[in-house]
Nanobody, 124 residues
């Protein structure tokens, strides 16, 4: 059974930082690109970062670039999303997802597996 489990969310003051984790099981983790997405209340889900099977190949949209950093540790089947300088608009449920190599990017349809999400709430 494939599982992606996010953790590390919580309530944080604006200006703070968080490191979210995504633990994968049931897949050959090193053969999957990982994406992080978020969905704020009343808004559509949006992609915020992706990392390919090559750890140095990452992408983030301009809206979060510089504050969001994605990384992975294939030896531990873990992916991470670090968020710095949090702002209230970062409040959302954050999801990780896995797409089979060579697919890469923030198009939701390429992702076969999704986690249940972790809540991030930023207070002003």
């Amino acid at each position: 059974e494939v599982q992606l489990v996010e953790s590390g969310g919580g309530l944080v003051q604006a200006g703070g930082s968080l490191k979210l984790s995504c633990a994968a099981s049931g897949i050959a983790f090193e053969k999957f690109s990982i994406g992080w997405f978020r969905q704020a209340p009343g808004k559509e889900r949006e992609g915020v970062a992706a990392i390919s099977t090559l750890p140095d190949y990452t992408y983030s949209p301009d809206s979060v670039k510089g504050r969001f950093t994605i990384s992975r540790d294939n030896a531990k089947n873990l992916a991470y999303l670090e968020i710095h300088d949090l702002i209230p608009d970062d409040t959302a449920v954050y999801y990780c997802a896995a797409a089979p190599d060579p697919l890469f990017g923030l198009f939701e349809r390429i992702y076969d597996y999704w986690g249940q999400g972790t809540q991030v709430t930023v207070s002003s």
